[in-house]
């Protein structure tokens, strides 16, 4: 049975004006990244939607979205999405294939899980679009993972690491209940581990498909406004 919420009243008794949705917050970390985001369709947007550039690294990360957040912001409600670029895990994965995180973890030992829990939207939005996509733990860094590290991260449960998905998270949640999401793009995997992002052609696979996904932010962010069942 869907929710029932009541109408609200003024100081005078009249029912007060709706309320506005939030804004839709959308952090990347990378100069290209926000590049990708900034050149997708934004017809299907209901409210606002501000793309932050935090700067790279989980330090950097959790200061530009706590600022964001701040009381008295434009964007103090909004929900948070981590986007960008990724290193996927998992063997068989490739470029341009995307991770829906089920939860991020922070890169520090005992750092406690971020859960994503408002994720059918996206998976749905995400398949009927065409693309690979790939659920479970994301897991931070505070560098760039090669190799045997990345065999290790994977053997701890994860199917996908970057910098600042999980400090986006956490910040975003701290100051209580918010709606979160991580979808991420791989840019390198087992099998295509790249080393400049911008010049090769996993790299661009990414960009194209990080592009062409901000309307699925935009699905995700209306269907928080459904009532709950």
């Excluded at 010049?199 to 990080?210: E, N």
Aim: hydrophobic residues 40%; positive net charge; aromatic residues 2%.
């Amino acid at each position: 049975m869907a929710a029932s919420h009541g109408r609200r009243t003024g100081q005078d008794g009249r029912p007060a004006p709706p309320q506005a949705p939030p804004p839709l917050l959308v952090a990347c970390a990378l100069g290209i990244e926000r590049l990708a985001l900034r050149g997708g369709d934004r017809s299907g947007a209901t409210a606002p939607v501000v793309t932050l550039r935090t700067g790279m690294g989980p330090r950097a990360a959790s200061d530009a979205v706590t600022h964001a957040l701040r009381y008295g912001s434009v964007t103090e409600r909004a929900p948070v999405v981590a986007t960008g670029f990724c290193a996927g895990l998992v063997p068989g994965m490739r470029p341009g294939d995307v991770v829906v995180a089920e939860a991020a973890r922070g890169h520090l030992p005992g750092a406690p899980d971020v859960p994503c829990s408002d994720n059918e939207p996206l998976l749905r939005s995400l398949k009927e679009r065409g693309l690979t996509v790939h659920t479970g733990l994301l897991r931070g860094s505070d560098h760039v993972v090669r190799g045997a590290e990345r065999a290790g991260l994977r053997a701890g449960g994860a199917v996908a690491v970057d910098m600042e998905s999980a400090a986006t998270l956490r910040a975003a949640t701290r100051g209580g209940d918010r709606p979160v999401a991580a979808v991420r793009v791989i840019v390198d995997a087992p099998e295509h581990e790249l080393v400049r992002i911008a010049t090769l052609r996993g790299g661009m696979s990414a960009f194209r498909v990080l592009r062409s996904i901000l309307p699925v932010f935009f699905e995700w962010h209306r269907s928080l406004l459904l009532p709950r069942r």
